[in-house]
């Protein structure tokens, strides 16, 4: 549109339990404060100037009260890199350890990628991955 300057801003995230969410989050090394656990929405700067944000239910149906969460598999995932394919072992195997449901341990993948994905509280797909050596 002429005239009108449009940035993607946020990637935002519906939540049942703040607290356990942003607790997820944080052992993906977001900077996210304590007090935020109370908090019915919340917003944490990722590299390049994005934002993540997350909302209670509640939250979400104070404007929107028809709002349902959505059934059967998510059709948007976040991906989060790691140092080496060692490190998405290892952040994998702490995640499960954690108590976080491990949708599919860490494989090689043919696109050349150590790759895995865990599922946050929320059922949302996280994938972690890593370059393989050349």
């Known amino acids: 549109m002429a005239g009108m300057a449009i940035e ?6 519906i939540v049942a339990d703040m607290a356990k969410s942003l607790a997820f989050y944080r052992r993906l090394g977001l900077d ?3 007090e935020a656990d109370t908090e019915p929405h ?3 700067g990722l590299p390049g100037g994005l934002r993540l944000s997350w909302d209670t239910i509640e939250t979400i149906h104070s404007f929107d009260p028809a709002w349902t969460p959505p059934t059967g598999s998510a059709r948007v995932g976040l991906a989060f890199r790691c140092d080496s394919p060692q490190d998405v072992d290892r952040l994998y195997a702490s995640l499960v350890e954690a108590g976080y449901d491990g949708h599919h341990e860490p494989w090689d993948a043919f696109w050349g990628q150590r790759y ?5 509280p929320d059922g949302n797909g ?4 890593a370059p393989l050596p050349s």
């Open 8 to 13: 993607f801003s946020v990637i935002g995230l």
């Open 32 to 34: 996210v404060p304590a």
């Open 42 to 44: 919340v917003e944490a």
């Open 116 to 120: 895995a994905v865990v599922h946050d």
């Open 126 to 129: 996280v994938d972690l991955f």
